[in-house]
C-alpha cells in the first residue's frame, strides 16, 4: 500500500466514523419534534442523549476535511468549489444547530424553546440529506473539465441517483438516532421510540437496499459486494434485536449498516476520488490529485501518533455517560426569563 492509497482509506475511515457517530446524532435532531412531543422536559431528555457526544462527534468532519486539503488538495479544490452551495448550505445548517442545542437552556421561555427546537430539526435534516445526495453525485461522476472545473447547472446534480442517495441518508441517519434513543432513554420516550424504529425499519431497509444495489451495479466491482451484503445483514441484526428488545445489538446493527454503506461508496469510487462525466482524461485520481510524497509521509507520522489518543478519548467519553436517561431525571429548567435576556 503506498502513501495515496492509505491516505484515502484514512478519509474514508474519518468519514465512516463521522457517519456512523453524526448520523445519530442527526436521527436524534431529527426526531426530537416526534418523540419530544407534550412536554418540554421530554424534548430535554431526547436532547441530552447526545448532549455530551455531539460535539465530540463532529470533529471526524473536520479531520476529515482537513486530511482531504492536505493530502488530495485538487480534489478538495474541486469539490468545495463545484458544490459550493451546499456545502455552504450544510455549513450554515450545523451553525444553526450548535448555536440552538448550546443556548437552548440558556433562556427560559417556550417561545425561545420552540425557536431552537426547529433550529435543531433543520440542521439536523439538511445535513442528513445533503450528504448522500452529495456522495452520490461524487460516486457518479460529475462534469468535470481539463481544467478540473465542475461545470454545468445545478439540474445536473439532481438525477434520480442523487435524490435516492439524499432520501437513503436521510432515512438511515432516522433509524440510526431512533435505535440510539431506545438505547439511551428509558420510560415512555424509550417506549415511543421503540414505535418509531419499527415504522421506520421497513422503508428504510427498501430504500438503502435499491440504492446499494444500483451503486453495486453502477459503479461498484467484485469485491464492494462484501459491505452490499453487510449493510443488509446490519439491518436485519438490527429488526431482530429490536423485536427481542437487545437495545445494544440493534444499535450495533444500524452502525453497521452506515459504515458498511459508507466503504461501499468509497469502494465503488476508487482509485477515482472525483470521475468526470464529460472525458476519463480529467478524471481525478489518487494519483494525479495528491500532495508530495514528503507531504503525506509527514502526515502518515503526524496520524499515528495523534489517532490513538484521540479515538481513546472519545471512546473514554461514550462510556462515562453510557447510563439511560428518564423524564425523572431531569432538573427544573435554570435559564434567565426572556425579558431579564432583552435587559
Same mark, same amino acid.
Given at each position: 500500500? &503506498?502513501?495515496?492509497?492509505?491516505?484515502?482509506?484514512?478519509?474514508?475511515?474519518?468519514?465512516?466514523?463521522?457517519?456512523?457517530?453524526?448520523?445519530?446524532?442527526?436521527?436524534?435532531?431529527?426526531?426530537?419534534?416526534?418523540?419530544?412531543?407534550?412536554?418540554?422536559?421530554?424534548?430535554?431528555?431526547?436532547?441530552?442523549?447526545?448532549?455530551?457526544?455531539?460535539?465530540?462527534?463532529?470533529?471526524?468532519?473536520?479531520?476529515?476535511?482537513?486530511?482531504?486539503?492536505?493530502?488530495?488538495?485538487?480534489?478538495?479544490?474541486?469539490?468545495?468549489?463545484?458544490?459550493?452551495?451546499?456545502?455552504?448550505?450544510?455549513?450554515?445548517?450545523?451553525?444553526?444547530?450548535?448555536?440552538?442545542?448550546?443556548?437552548?437552556?440558556?433562556?427560559?421561555?417556550?417561545?425561545?424553546?420552540?425557536?431552537?427546537?426547529?433550529?435543531?430539526?433543520?440542521?439536523?435534516?439538511?445535513?442528513?440529506?445533503?450528504?448522500?445526495?452529495?456522495?452520490?453525485?461524487?460516486?457518479?461522476?460529475?462534469?468535470? &473539465?481539463?481544467?478540473?472545473?465542475?461545470?454545468?447547472?445545478?439540474?445536473?446534480?439532481?438525477?434520480?441517483?442523487?435524490?435516492?442517495?439524499?432520501?437513503?441518508?436521510?432515512?438511515?441517519?432516522?433509524?440510526?438516532?431512533?435505535?440510539?434513543?431506545?438505547?439511551?432513554?428509558?420510560?415512555?420516550?424509550?417506549?415511543?421510540?421503540?414505535?418509531?424504529?419499527?415504522?421506520?425499519?421497513?422503508?428504510?431497509?427498501?430504500?438503502?437496499?435499491?440504492?446499494?444495489?444500483?451503486?453495486?451495479?453502477?459503479?461498484?466491482?467484485?469485491?464492494?459486494?462484501?459491505?452490499?451484503?453487510?449493510?443488509?445483514?446490519?439491518?436485519?441484526?438490527?429488526?431482530?434485536?429490536?423485536?427481542?428488545?437487545?437495545?445494544?445489538?440493534?444499535?450495533?446493527?444500524?452502525?453497521?449498516?452506515?459504515?458498511?454503506?459508507?466503504?461501499?461508496?468509497?469502494?465503488?469510487?476508487?482509485? &477515482?476520488?472525483?470521475?468526470?462525466?464529460?472525458?476519463?482524461?480529467?478524471?481525478?485520481?489518487?494519483? &494525479?490529485?495528491?500532495?508530495?510524497?514528503?507531504?503525506?509521509?509527514?502526515?502518515?507520522?503526524?496520524?499515528?501518533?495523534?489517532?490513538?489518543?484521540?479515538?481513546?478519548?472519545?471512546?473514554?467519553?461514550?462510556?462515562?455517560?453510557?447510563?439511560?436517561?428518564?423524564?425523572?431525571?431531569?432538573?427544573?429548567?435554570?435559564?434567565?426569563?426572556?425579558?431579564?435576556?432583552?435587559?
Amino acid at each position: 500500500m &503506498n502513501l495515496q492509497q492509505f491516505w484515502f482509506l484514512l478519509i474514508g475511515v474519518l468519514f465512516t466514523g463521522y457517519f456512523v457517530l453524526e448520523g445519530f446524532d442527526f436521527g436524534v435532531g431529527m426526531l426530537m419534534p416526534i418523540l419530544g412531543r407534550g412536554s418540554d422536559t421530554r424534548r430535554r431528555v431526547v436532547l441530552n442523549t447526545i448532549g455530551p457526544v455531539w460535539d465530540g462527534n463532529e470533529v471526524w468532519l473536520l479531520t476529515a476535511g482537513g486530511a482531504m486539503f492536505a493530502a488530495f488538495p485538487e480534489w478538495y479544490a474541486s469539490l468545495f468549489s463545484g458544490f459550493y452551495l451546499a456545502l455552504l448550505l450544510v455549513l450554515v445548517a450545523l451553525i444553526v444547530r450548535v448555536c440552538a442545542i448550546e443556548y437552548r437552556s440558556k433562556i427560559d421561555d417556550p417561545r425561545w424553546r420552540a425557536w431552537c427546537d426547529t433550529a435543531i430539526g433543520i440542521g439536523s435534516w439538511v445535513p442528513a440529506l445533503a450528504w448522500g445526495w452529495l456522495f452520490a453525485n461524487v460516486v457518479r461522476g460529475v462534469p468535470l &473539465n481539463e481544467k478540473k472545473h465542475i461545470t454545468g447547472s445545478v439540474w445536473d446534480l439532481l438525477g434520480p441517483y442523487a435524490l435516492l442517495g439524499g432520501l437513503t441518508t436521510g432515512l438511515l441517519f432516522a433509524l440510526h438516532g431512533a435505535v440510539f434513543l431506545v438505547l439511551k432513554t428509558g420510560g415512555e420516550v424509550r417506549d415511543d421510540a421503540v414505535k418509531t424504529v419499527r415504522l421506520l425499519l421497513v422503508p428504510t431497509a427498501l430504500v438503502v437496499g435499491v440504492f446499494g444495489v444500483w451503486t453495486q451495479l453502477a459503479y461498484g466491482s467484485r469485491w464492494t459486494w462484501i459491505p452490499l451484503v453487510l449493510a443488509v445483514i446490519g439491518l436485519v441484526i438490527a429488526a431482530a434485536a429490536s423485536l427481542v428488545e437487545r437495545d445494544g445489538w440493534a444499535f450495533v446493527g444500524t452502525a453497521v449498516t452506515t459504515a458498511a454503506a459508507t466503504v461501499l461508496l468509497f469502494g465503488s469510487l476508487y482509485p &477515482n476520488v472525483l470521475p468526470s462525466t464529460i472525458s476519463d482524461l480529467f478524471d481525478l485520481t489518487i494519483e &494525479n490529485a495528491s500532495s508530495t510524497p514528503y507531504t503525506l509521509k509527514v502526515m502518515s507520522w503526524a496520524a499515528v501518533v495523534v489517532t490513538p489518543v484521540v479515538l481513546g478519548y472519545q471512546g473514554w467519553t461514550y462510556w462515562v455517560f453510557r447510563k439511560r436517561i428518564t423524564v425523572e431525571q431531569i432538573p427544573a429548567p435554570i435559564g434567565l426569563p426572556l425579558e431579564s435576556a432583552k435587559d
